[in-house]
């Protein structure tokens, strides 16, 4: 009997289902090939030709004539089949070509950047300071006088109009060029061609099907004035815009000559928008096609189902609350009731999953689209779930604040941080810019910012996430709220800018006299800032005690084990393990290895250093089979360090040898490509996500082009990181965070690599997920041999897995040994600070440590960093 094909669907066949899902773009699909088929094949259907001259001179609409004649008795429906056929092919071809040309252009600017990105603005700038419809005029005029018709004159429009494609298509590439699963395939060895035709072209397809088929319409529009000034389509040809053109003398007295040109265009413009909608969401895996009036009697549905409002006894109040997705098998949250007093903080904690972002997003009503929801939310004894737009505004951010997990998204990156305090003060009314700025500079103190004055001039991204975060936090006490939702707002920060910012939320609560629903899956960071703690699981609310009670003696089944994971640095410490010897050559070794930036010019005072000495002279080896973890602050170059031994930054000095080959020549990156691997931080933005897993995992392989069975090798890897076949033809978005990871880890292992280097993998994980891929990891390292070069910022899972801790600060590798040694006994001052600085699980335990915490002894005036001296050329 023959084994079934168990190989994935193509992407062809995913795109085209979800094509068909969306009834709009069917429609759309259905009218465009209707039209496409008149105008192909009406000239041979119907008796009249475009040319045809008959006595029936300006006659109406007749069963002879069905759309009537016009002055010289052409019939107009032999006129509308001969302007469509022309209107479509310059349409088209518009189209077509600008978006080509502005696709191919703006994705190599984008990708490349620096001189290449401003040589190529610099082109768009001039041609769009060009008067188009002058220019179209004149070009058009001499196409026209050289007989070349509709094909000269769309290509002049299309070499007018492909700027506005390069530069949507630009400013969207900029951005995927940072993403992790474009420096992953960098890493994996892939060129810039296939990066920027199998990764950024999918990922931009979005903006490129807006961008062209706004296009069509402009470009008809566009025909029109140029006929109606005598240098479009030249008679007795026709076109669209021509008859309109024709028909505007006479639209009171023969209106039959404006019905026809007028309905086709927009027949056309529809058409062509829907199909493009429905193109965009076939190409988009995680879109999801909705008919708008149904999600609208939705929601009217919903608002008028809502429960009555409770009772005013609690700040917040949530009863019997339920949320349902189509499609899904149980509710993302099962009848949850909760309540918020007056000044209180309530810990949600729970898994990825469990529906704590749910919950706290329909208190700020901020459910995604595609939800439903029943139960009663009250806050401050009013019913929320029947509130419209603008009743919300009057509670979001002056009443209610949200803090975000990920402070780079919560800031407007295109907006100074003065602008931004500015905009948030309006929403209460007006406000001056000195005071909204002197209110900015107080609240930006009270988080112990250094130099607010100056940070009100700069932007997001010239700020660590420590900083940003404090800002978020700052912007939400703008209006005094009376809850503030801090979702997971410290997940991705180190211990210390941690602690730093948990110290903010207390500011911020002490000071505005606010509730707080703190989200987590840290029970480390619960034990030192809840009163009370609600553990979720699968929705529901399996165990809710006050913060002590809980920790001391959990009823339920899964807030014990969640005790048990958590991981605690005292726990490592007093774990009795022998150190493992390692013979033979370093498989890594670092030498010296430096890699300085230059400040912008015009962000530095005149005769101040512009260097920035990111990293400097670090050296030490990896051996086969060893784990290496490095740990240190946000800033202290860890990231630097794994970007120069991964080749996604060169090296100012000093040499990266792999293996004994030194990476120094692109020769030499592209072979040790074959054996090194990486896992990025971010499970949702390390795998591409319009690539099904099939596709990912084949990836390495196609990039070295090794032979053989591609579907075979996927099946295994999946197997090893413990991941259904069925994983093979899914896309990224339909798995959890620890599944995701997983997947990461199975595209790292496909080519059986050397050395895999993880950048906190664990850390945007919750803490049963992260035993999980600890436990895997430690698995394929037995198993495989693979060396692994770990980055993190929490030190109990660094002490966990790695045979050895290197602690960094300022770029320097200050203090490196055996794991037990640095966390039992550290020999650098700084090392004492991280091991002081982390939380511990225990209220009581976490209230002595932070009372006993000192400010920072070190760096100081007596115990300086060495210098690091300037060699090789800073980027």
Known sequence: MARPDTRPP?????????????????IGLVILVLLVAVAVLGPALWHYGYKDITPDLSRPPSWAHPL??????RDMLAMAIRGMQQSLLIAGTVALVAGLIGTLIGIVSGYFGGMVDAGIMRLVDLVL???????????????????????????????????????????????????????ASRVMGARPVRIMLTHMVPNVADQIIVATAILVGVSILSETGLSFLGFGIRPPDTSLGLLISNAQTAVLTRPWLFYAPGVLI??????????????????????????????????????????????????????????????AVRPAVDGVSLEIGRGQVLALVGESGSGKSLTSLSIAGLLPAGSRASGSITFDGKDL??????????????????????????????????????????????????????????????????????????????????IRQRI????????????????????????????????????????????????????????????????????????????????????????????????????????QREPRQFDGNPLLRLDGLSRHFLKPRGKTKRGSDRTIHALCNVSFDLMPGETLGIVGESGSGKTTLLNTVLGLYPPSAGRVIFDGMDLSTPLARRQASRHMSVVFQDPYSSLDPRMTVSAL??????????????????????????????????????????????IAIARALMLDPKLVVLDEPVSALDVSIQQDIMALLGELRR?????????????????????????????????????????????????????DAVPIPDPEAERVRRLRQRPPAWPNEHSPLPACPLSGDPA
């Open 129 to 183: 300071t060009i008067p188009t419809i002058a220019l179209a005029a004149f070009l058009g005029n001499a196409v026209g006088n050289s007989g070349v018709s509709w094909l000269g004159l769309a290509l002049v429009l299309a070499a007018l109009y492909w700027t506005s494609v390069a530069r949507l298509v630009r400013g969207v590439s900029l951005s995927l060029r940072e993403m992790p699963f474009i420096k």
């Open 385 to 466: 779930t029947g509130l419209g737009f603008s009743e919300w505004r009057r509670y979001r951010g002056q009443r209610i604040a949200t803090i975000l997990q990920d402070p780079s998204t919560s800031l407007n990156p295109i907006l100074t941080i003065g602008a931004q305090f500015h905009e948030t003060m309006q929403a209460a009314g007006r406000v001056s810019r000195s005071e909204s700025r002197r209110r900015a500079v107080a609240l930006m103190t009270l988080m112990a910012i250094r130099d607010p004055q100056s940070r009100l001039d700069q932007y997001p991204h010239q700020m660590s996430g420590g």
């Open 266 to 327: 927009i027949l056309i413009v529809l058409s062509i928008n829907y199909l493009g909608e429905g193109l965009r969401d076939a190409l988009n895996p995680r879109a999801t096609p909705t008919n708008p009036l149904v999600a609208h009697r939705r929601r009217r549905r919903q608002t008028a189902t809502a429960a009555p409002a409770g009772t005013a006894a609690a700040l917040v109040e949530i009863r019997d609350f339920t949320v349902h997705f189509d499609g």
């Open 10 to 26: 193509s992407r062809l066949v995913l795109a085209w289902k979800r094509f068909r899902a969306n009834p709009m773009a069917m």
């Open 697 to 742: 995992l084949a990836e390495p392989l196609r990039i070295h082009r090794i032979a053989g069975d591609a579907h075979r090798r996927a099946l295994a890897v999946l197997d090893r990181v413990r991941l259904p076949s069925s994983a093979l033809s899914r896309f990224p978005h339909e798995f959890s965070g620890g599944q995701r990871q997983r």
């Open 68 to 73: 009537g004649t016009d002055t010289l008795g």
């Open 472 to 575: 978020v936090i700052a912007l939400a006490m703008i209006h005094t709220p009376d809850l503030i939702i801090a979702d997971e707002p410290t997940t991705a920060l180190d211990v210390t800018v941690q602690a730093q910012v948990l110290d903010a939320l207390r500011i911020a609560r002490e000071k505005t006299g606010a509730a707080m629903l703190f989200i987590t899956h840290d029970l480390a960071l619960v034990a030192g800032i809840a009163d009370r703690v609600a553990v979720m699981r699968e929705g529901r609310i399996v165990e809710q005690r006050a913060v002590g009670a809980l920790f001391q003696a959990p009823e339920h089944d899964y807030t014990r084990r969640l005790l048990q994971l958590a991981p605690r640095l005292d726990r490592v410490a007093e774990m």
């Open 783 to 835: 198993e495989l041999g693979v060396s692994y070069l770990l980055v993190a910022h929490d030190l109990a899972i660094v002490a966990e897995l790695a045979d050895r801790i290197g602690v960094m600060f300022g770029g320097q590798m200050l203090e490196m040994g055996e794991s037990l040694q640095i966390v039992s006994a550290p020999r650098h001052p700084y090392t004492r600070q991280l091991i």
